[in-house]
């Protein structure tokens, strides 16, 4: 069995006009439990997806890098938040019927176990400059 770094985190599947969380919390005995909930990417609707993960302890999350859509979501959860921002390869759910609430699922399952690999996310002044200078 694998060993469970993180008893309680969070898979987001990422889209362009919405993101699809899912808090996984495993207790003592190793049996999880899941939440999922949709949350629009408007400013207002991301707040409430950081009170969310902080109502239910979650300080750890995962999400697909899609784009450039991870951007916002990024920026609003990272003062609370441990982020792993992980590139789609790596969290690429079997085939099968998938859904987006499923796909949020596994990137919880795999995430809580620490098997996806970071990308590397340049700190946040660093960031800032970059999009002044690029603008």
């Not at 919390?25 to 707040?47: A, C, I």
């Not at 946040?124 to 690029?134: E, G, K, N, P, S």
Request: charged share 25%; aromatic share 10%.
């Amino acid at each position: 069995m694998l060993k469970i770094v993180y008893r309680v985190c969070c898979g987001m599947d990422v889209h362009k006009s919405f993101v699809v969380a899912c808090i996984a919390s495993t207790n003592e005995y190793g049996v999880t439990t899941y939440k999922s909930k949709r949350f629009s990417t408007f400013t207002g609707d991301l707040r409430r997806c950081a009170a969310w993960l902080a109502e239910n302890s979650c300080k750890d999350v995962c999400m697909e890098s899609t784009g450039k859509y991870w951007i916002p979501i990024y920026n609003i959860l990272e003062p609370t938040c441990n982020i792993v921002l992980a590139h789609p390869k790596y969290v690429k759910a079997i085939r099968g019927k998938k859904t987006d609430k499923r796909d949020a699922k596994w990137i919880a399952d795999i995430f809580k176990h620490d098997l996806v690999a970071g990308s590397f996310i340049p700190p946040a002044d660093i960031r800032q400059l970059r999009d002044t200078v690029q603008a």
